[in-house]
């Protein structure tokens, strides 16, 4: 809405500052994290109110879980939506059609995650919406998401595969790449949503994430920048460091709220949003590889729980004490601040590694 204005600079030359991706970066980074201060509190207050017993807790978990999560109310995702939203709205050029996709699959997938979390607690009971229906409907809003970015971008590059550590390697995919961008997504969304189990566990790697992509899009969306770095030059995607810009703010505002003891928490309202979010800006900017790199954490929090549910399929024993991978640790002993700030650390060496890629060709 605000870059509008930045027609105006010829008349008031202040204003072609709002040319720049990152001042509005900056302002809707700023945004978010005001946005959720102020309606943050009176959020939560709403939820504690029409949950009442707050976010389910499932039996077969921590028992410690039982006792420091209990009546803490969930769907706080709405904040960080919510945030993004009005960020984005305000900051972000809305003719960029990049924008609106990578938009679209946040709010679909917080729908979906809200949806999810409005199940949950109206039962009061752990398992919400059915798996098969929330994986078809990912699958259409990936899918949708997907196809449109492929008719965005060039051909045939709009539909290959790049990969990193290489100047001029990809692979065409033709149609199977709206499969596989389909797949980075909904992966995406449901490994972060693993991740979140424990206070600030899930919030702050993704925000690291963002981080990383914000500055990615950036480059790869500069025709000088991505000519001097030889990565592939994806016009029009340099917006996206605005979205991530504003994830960043908003998670920040989050945060606040969520450190434990967490006041409320994300749920998948948030999870599933966030993850989707990373995915489809990966898928846009063709770094979906570098997002398996930099969203390592996701990813082994994710196979944790195929190899532990596959492995006790097979022998009916166990690999991991408990899965996700972050109850493991839970059950060997470690305190969750432990777990959280340990994780935390890896997840910031992983963006570095993700960023030395753009470098390394």
Not at 30 to 42: D, E, H, R, Y
Not at 192 to 216: C, E, H, K, Q, S
Not at 246 to 255: N, T
Request: aromatic share 12%; proline share 4%.
């Amino acid at each position: 809405m605000l870059y509008l204005l930045a027609d105006y600079g010829a008349t008031f030359p202040p204003l072609n500052v709002l040319r720049y991706i990152t001042f509005r970066t900056g302002g809707a980074m700023m945004t978010g994290l005001l946005v959720v201060f102020l309606f943050g509190p009176a959020i939560i207050r709403a939820l504690r109110i029409r949950q009442g017993k707050g976010q389910p807790i499932r039996e077969d978990g921590p028992q410690a879980h039982l006792l420091s999560k209990q009546g803490t109310p969930t769907m706080g995702g709405l904040m960080i939506l919510i945030g993004i939203v009005v960020s984005v709205l305000l900051w972000g050029n809305l003719g960029n059609p990049y924008v609106w996709v990578v938009l679209g699959v946040t709010v679909g997938f917080g729908l979906i995650g809200f949806y999810d979390d409005f199940l949950k607690v109206k039962r009061s009971a752990p398992d919400g919406f059915s798996m098969k229906w929330r994986i078809l409907l990912q699958i259409v809003i990936a899918t949708i998401a997907v196809y449109t970015v492929s008719r965005i971008g060039e051909a045939p590059f709009s539909t290959s595969l790049a990969f990193p550590f290489f100047k001029q390697f990809v692979i065409d995919l033709g149609w199977f790449f709206i499969v596989f961008g389909a797949f980075v997504i909904i992966g995406s969304a449901n490994a972060v949503n693993l991740t979140d189990g424990l206070d600030g566990l899930a919030i702050g790697p993704v925000m690291i994430a963002a981080g990383t992509f914000g500055v990615i899009a950036y480059l790869v969306g500069n025709a000088v920048f991505a000519d001097y770095l030889q990565i592939h030059f994806v016009s029009g995607s340099g917006e996206l460091a605005v979205l991530c810009g504003a994830l960043i703010g908003a998670g920040l505002g989050f945060l606040w709220f969520n450190a434990p003891p967490a006041s409320i928490i994300m749920g998948d309202t948030g999870s599933l949003s966030l993850g989707g979010m990373l995915g489809g800006i990966a898928v846009a900017i063709k770094h979906e590889v570098v997002l398996a790199i930099v969203g390592g954490l996701f990813v082994l929090e994710a196979v944790s729980v195929i190899i532990q549910v596959a492995y006790f399929k097979l022998t009916g024993r166990r690999v991991f004490l408990m899965a996700p991978i972050h109850h493991h640790f839970e059950q060997l002993g470690w305190k969750e601040s432990q777990i959280v700030m340990r994780f935390w650390i890896i997840a910031i060496v992983l963006a570095l590694i993700g960023l030395s890629t753009l470098k390394l060709r």
